[in-house]
């Protein structure tokens, strides 16, 4: 199956909306607290260079918006002032993050850098949300059984979100009530925010915010919050990532039920593994694409083979259950019970329906079938059929060490619905540097599950 959304979004200066960007914003002072209009802002990104310049104004304000995900460094310039460089700026999705300075008289030749930490608490959005940066995803314990999937932290970590990829609940919402962007494009096709086999490697993620409350109006088609991805840029440094995980029998040590049944350990094969890697765009004696072009692609496989069957937790019919000869199921005689003409009742007595007849007190009697044996001409021809599929294949495998079937707990199941299971995410980004701080960017995802693929393209300024 293939699925095909396009997405294109305008240019930064039409469209004040930033679904995956974050700003800074701030208050230039001088020493004795006045503030400093017209002072020369210059947000830099340490990455790929990409500059965003602006001033303050008479209230010595300054924003510097759509800034994407990443870290920069801030210059403060003004005349009778020293410069002032901010460094190690961390910008998040949707951050507005606040950087007030203040600059000291002198020359402006003279330079002071601070690369204080910013207060992690946000003044300036009343959001509420879960932020997770790469390293954060690559860290904390995520099993890759049934795939790597980033999204089963906002289970784990998020406070008001419970459920899961299928059935995800945000501050009590209704089933599929969240939106999903991935580069700022949703990924609603049939279900509202649903990500499950489309989601992108953990690889290509530069953050994955869950934003719970409080968000701004460019987000206001969700009814319970917003799953929010940004996937890694390229920069002038080449970058990347290699990841492997290996899970097999050979490694398992066999469980008690099947030493004490003499089973040997069942198939248990899960292999993942990733790698990823952008940088500049370079075609030698070409185009040199520093500071200009860049790209970033992911690659991430999952296998899965599971076969062999679980402990004996299933109840199947005895063999001669199929023939009408119910006997081992006759009991003792129930104390105290007895039937409508006073006679003793068995337990696991099976009673001839054609012997029921109504008594004058109004109660039903019947004789059971001798020796608790249901006569095979009684069967229909549909029960034959279903019959000849049990002993086909659905009969007990268990017995007892005297050779017995035991009556319950004597068949086994797969340990697996799916044995077989293989997922392949493939994703690919690219971003032009434009004049005046724009910023033209692209990105491709061909997640494939098993039979099930989608293509993503997603174009945005």
Known sequence: MFRILFSILAAAVLLPAQL???????????????????VNVRVQNTANQAVFETQTNEYGQYNAPYLIVGRYEITFEAPSFKKLVRSGVDIGVTDVVRVNVTLEVGAITESVSVSAEIPKLATDTPEVDTSLRNKQLIDLPLTFAGARLAENFAYRVTPGVSGSSWTSNINGSTNFSKETLLDGATVTTYLSGHFGESSVSVEALQEFKIQTSGMSAEFGRAQGGVFNYVMKSGANEVHGSLYGALRNE???????????????????????????????????????????????????????????FGAPNTTAPQPEWLDGD?????????????????????????????????????????????????????????????????????????????GSIPLVNNAVRPIAGTPEFDQYQFAAKGDKMLPGGMRLSGSYSLPCARAFCSIRLACGT
């Open 20 to 38: 995956n960007r974050g700003s800074i914003t701030g208050v230039v002072s001088d020493p004795t607290g006045a503030a400093i209009p017209n």
């Open 250 to 308: 050979a490694l398992n040590a066999n469980n008690f039920i099947n030493n004490f049944r003499g089973v040997s350990r069942p198939q248990d094969r899960r292999q993942n593994y990733a790698f990823s890697g952008g940088g500049p765009v370079y075609i030698p004696k070409l185009y040199d694409g520093r500071n200009k072009s860049f790209f970033y692609a992911t690659y991430e496989r999952y296998r899965e083979r599971i076969a062999g």
């Open 326 to 402: 119910l006997g081992r199921l006759l009991g003792p005689t129930l104390a105290g019970v007895t039937d409508a003409m006073g006679r003793p009742v068995m337990r696991g007595a099976i009673y001839d329906p054609a012997t029921f007849q109504r008594l004058p007190n109004g109660r039903f009697i019947g004789d059971m079938f001798p020796g608790n044996r249901i006569p095979v001409s009684r069967f229909s021809q549909i029960s034959r059929r279903v019959n000849d599929i049990v002993r086909g294949g659905y009969l007990p495998s268990v017995r007892n060490p005297d």
